[in-house]
């Protein structure tokens, strides 16, 4: 019997069918006005900072434990947009879990099946954003890949990632989506997460 809660990020195992089925570890959901993320240190889920505006995540929110996103994304985004000097930003990889099902508290795992995501560049740094349905879910998981889903899911959930940082009255360009890519590629970003992790554990 455990005596100590795993650290959600490297205690937690991404399950036996990954990248195809992953299990996520959620820190937000819909229902949250404030931006709660992982304290990496201790495992425990921290205040990151109050929403700026009334836009509220339009998905649960969270991370793929035991990834990391540092060289091998870097090089897969540099690859695929074009662009030069991209880092990986040093978190797990982000995930952004569609379901139906109202779940209104964060700090749960969840079984999520990927089927895209965003290439979001965060001030130089890859930020993807993986995109997934619950797997079980009677509506949503019938859609097999980011081409599926109603455009409307995907232009509010691009609307939240390029607004989430402003500050009311300034303008942001340290945030772009160079593209919404499909099944196939969120795969590639996820698998080379996961080496990306090997090499920092090891």
């Known amino acids: 019997m455990m005596k100590f ?6 205690g937690i195992n991404i399950g036996k069918d990954a990248p195809q089925i992953l299990m996520t570890f959620i820190e937000m959901t819909p229902h949250d006005s404030v931006k709660y993320e992982i304290d990496k240190q201790s495992g425990f889920i ?3 900072r109050p929403q700026k505006f009334s836009n509220i995540v339009p998905a649960l929110y969270g991370f793929v434990p035991q990834t990391y996103c540092s060289e ?3 090089e897969y985004c540099m690859e ?18 569609l379901t139906e099902r109202n779940i209104t ?12 995501g965003f290439r979001m560049i965060d001030d130089g740094e890859a930020d993807d954003k993986i995109i997934a349905v619950l797997k079980g ?12 889903c109603p455009k409307s899911i995907i232009d509010r959930l691009r609307h939240y990632f390029l607004t989430y940082k402003n ?11 160079d593209e919404v890519y499909g099944k196939e590629e969120a795969l590639e970003v996820i698998s080379r997460s996961r080496l990306d992790y090997n090499n920092l554990v090891k």
């Open 167 to 177: 500050i009311p009255g300034e303008s942001n360009t340290r945030v772009v989506i």
């Open 80 to 97: 695929k947009s074009g662009r030069t000097e991209i880092v990986g930003d040093g978190d797990p990889l982000d995930i952004c879990v």
């Open 105 to 116: 508290h964060g700090n749960i795992i969840v079984p999520a099946i990927p089927i895209g």
């Open 46 to 48: 921290k205040v990151d």
């Open 137 to 148: 879910d009677e509506v949503f998981e019938r859609w097999e890949d980011v081409r599926d």
């Open 5 to 10: 809660q795993a650290h959600p990020w490297h």
């Open 72 to 74: 091998m994304v870097a």
